[in-house]
């Protein structure tokens, strides 16, 4: 199994290092880290998609933006064709039907974007998720995260409930179907009611996507949280539970802690994380 650390998004939000708590100018550098695997049996695996090829070249075409303007001036988007992970997939010698399965943390436009770029693939998600993107979306929060546009076309869904054996403390989902049994669904509600991790097991340990279930580096991997102002603020904008997502926050931070030697935890936006994991070097 050889894994893929690949960036499928870049949003640059006014602010600096208030949001990412490194860079020198105006704008900060928010990534969307997805994963490509490749396994020996089961095709290529994306985990998350980011922003797809439609996303880049029309974004706001009415009657149903794929990206609203309020969340793509809020966040300063840019939108690159060659960081779709089509395009990413296609540099490294593949093709999209080369892609048989994509598991899905959660569907926010920023995760979810590229899915119609690969038609041939199951996309594997928790059932609330599902539930959550494609019923009523009441209010300003859910009308913006979730966009119809970008899953009205996707066919092939594997829906998941809670349950199976548990994963270092964690209620975990396996079996998923096609996928080997070393990724694992790890519900991670709170960011939004179907919001899960991806934990992958390789021969020198865990790696576990934790989506949004955190947003800065310094959430983890230290006995008490720091969080840049503005990804702070932007967390609790986007939340639906609050109570559950710091619960389930804490426990990322103490599995990080307690089991560093056994499972690297990383999140989906973190840009110094994407970049040690691409360079393999300690988060």
């Not at 540099?91 to 598991?103: K, M, N, Q, T």
């Not at 970008?150 to 209620?171: C, K, M, P, T």
Request: with cysteine; glycine share 10%.
């Amino acid at each position: 199994m050889r894994i893929h650390h690949i960036n499928c998004g870049t949003d640059c939000p006014i602010g600096g290092a208030l949001f990412d708590g490194r860079s020198k100018g105006l704008t900060g550098h928010i990534v969307c880290h997805c994963l490509l695997i490749e396994t020996d049996a089961h095709g290529l695996v994306l985990i998350d998609t980011g922003y797809g090829l439609r996303d880049v070249h029309h974004p706001h075409r009415p009657p149903s933006p794929r990206i609203t303007k309020t969340m793509r001036s809020l966040l300063n988007i840019k939108l690159r064709e060659q960081e779709t992970a089509i395009r990413q997939v296609e540099a490294l010698g593949f093709s999209a039907s080369d892609v048989r399965h994509i598991v899905l943390t959660h569907l926010d436009f920023d995760h979810a974007g590229g899915l119609e770029d690969f038609p041939h693939a199951t996309i594997h998600v928790m059932d609330k998720e599902y539930s959550a993107a494609t019923g009523p979306r009441r209010g300003f929060v859910p009308r913006n995260r979730y966009r119809p546009s970008q899953l009205d076309e996707v066919a092939n869904w594997r829906r998941y409930g809670s349950g199976g054996e548990q994963w270092f403390g964690f209620d975990t989902v396996r079996d998923l179907e096609g996928l080997p049994p070393e990724i694992l669904l790890v519900p991670l509600p709170g960011h939004t009611w179907g919001h899960a991790g991806v934990a992958i097991r390789r021969s020198e340990g865990w790696l576990l996507h934790a989506g949004d279930a955190y947003f800065y580096r310094g959430e983890m991997r230290e006995a008490k949280r720091h969080c840049t102002p503005g990804l702070r603020a932007y967390q609790t904008l986007m939340e639906t539970d609050r109570q559950l997502r710091l619960a389930n926050q804490e426990r990322l931070r103490r599995l990080s802690v307690e089991h560093r030697a056994d499972v690297r935890v990383f999140c989906a936006h973190d840009v110094v994380e994407l970049e040690r994991c691409q360079a393999g070097t300690p988060l």
